[in-house]
């Protein structure tokens, strides 16, 4: 991997997760500080949103209403002129922690959960992909994906390409008119597909662990690999075409393009993702690095 240029955004996080680019900023989750945060592109944060349950997931309705995953207790929270509400309560449909989400230009939030008590030490076990309607209708509209986690949806809308953290791959989805999916296929297969009863057997088999991504105008994603400390540019079929190694000492678990031309890539950086680990310190950092191809919807 070549040596690369960092430009350090934001410190003094516990956490980092679910980076945007929206309406001239970055925006950020920050797990345990509990925060949702809008950042300027020289660095100055703005705290948005607390959110008590834990936020992830971040995206925006039609109307400019800003959506928040709150993990802990299965909701999608809606922010609309400062007042927050309960957009929809996924808790019937989760088996783990919610966590990513990705929302189309309908208003229609793709949302995944970790299938298993993660930090607790559960067995892992698959989890479903939940579609939330701009009602808050929700419906399970894919089952079966180990660790559905950072997802794209393509500029017009007919494909949803999901990570799947411990599947060493990625899975695409044709996307219906009324949000249905079809057409269920292996978009990327990055090794193996893991075996074993334990967190610690799973990761010994994950050669590329999906974390959050972006999809940029050549159609490829970046993805945050969570376990190998670099993000990958990844072409469909599972070819890796570009790799940067994180900061050194440091994990990345998300990254996402943006900035005025699109061709500045945000990475969430910390020493690794335990929660037990990552509360009590402040050592996460949100750097920038330029590439080549804007992001999907930049010009």
């Known amino acids: 991997m070549a040596e690369r240029a960092f430009r350090t ?5 516990s956490y980092f997760e679910g980076p945007r680019w929206h309406d001239g900023a970055w925006w950020a989750s920050d797990f345990y500080r509990h925060t949702v945060s809008r950042v300027a592109p020289e660095g100055g944060e703005t705290v948005v949103l607390e959110v008590e349950n834990q936020p992830s997931g971040l995206g925006w309705l039609p109307d400019g209403s800003l959506l928040v995953v709150s993990m802990k207790d299965h909701r999608l929270l809606r922010v609309s002129d400062g007042e927050v509400t309960t957009h929809a309560d996924l808790s019937g449909a989760c088996t783990g922690l919610m966590n990513d989400m990705v929302v189309d230009s309908s208003g229609r939030a793709f949302v ?10 559960g067995a892992p076990a698959s989890a479903s992909l939940k579609r939330v309607d701009p009602d ?4 399970v509209v894919a089952e079966d994906l180990r ?9 017009d809308g007919g494909t949803l390409i999901v ?35 334990s967190v610690q057997e799973l990761i010994g088999q994950v050669v590329v662990a999906p974390d959050g991504c972006t999809l940029d105008a050549e159609g490829h994603v ?11 540019r990844v072409a469909e079929g599972g070819a890796i075409v570009e790799e940067i190694a994180a900061p050194e000492g440091m ?3 998300a990254c996402a393009l943006g900035g005025d031309d699109g061709r500045t890539l945000l990475l969430c950086c910390a020493p690794d993702f335990y929660e037990h680990t990552r509360a009590p310190v402040r050592e ?16």
């Open 9 to 13: 955004v934001l410190e003094g996080g």
């Open 112 to 121: 995944g959960d970790f299938g298993f008590d993660l930090m607790g030490g």
């Open 136 to 139: 808050g209708t929700v419906t």
């Open 147 to 155: 660790f559905p986690n950072g997802s794209v949806i393509t500029p």
């Open 163 to 197: 990570g799947e953290t411990w599947g060493n791959r990625f899975t695409a989805f044709d996307v219906a008119p009324d949000g249905s999916l079809t057409n269920r296929r292996i978009w990327a297969e990055l090794g193996p597909v893991p075996e074993g009863g």
């Open 222 to 232: 970046w993805v945050a690999d969570g376990l190998n400390s670099r993000v990958l």
């Open 251 to 253: 994990g990345v678990f």
């Open 284 to 299: 996460a950092v949100l750097v920038s690095t330029q590439v080549a191809v804007p992001h999907a919807g930049m010009p």
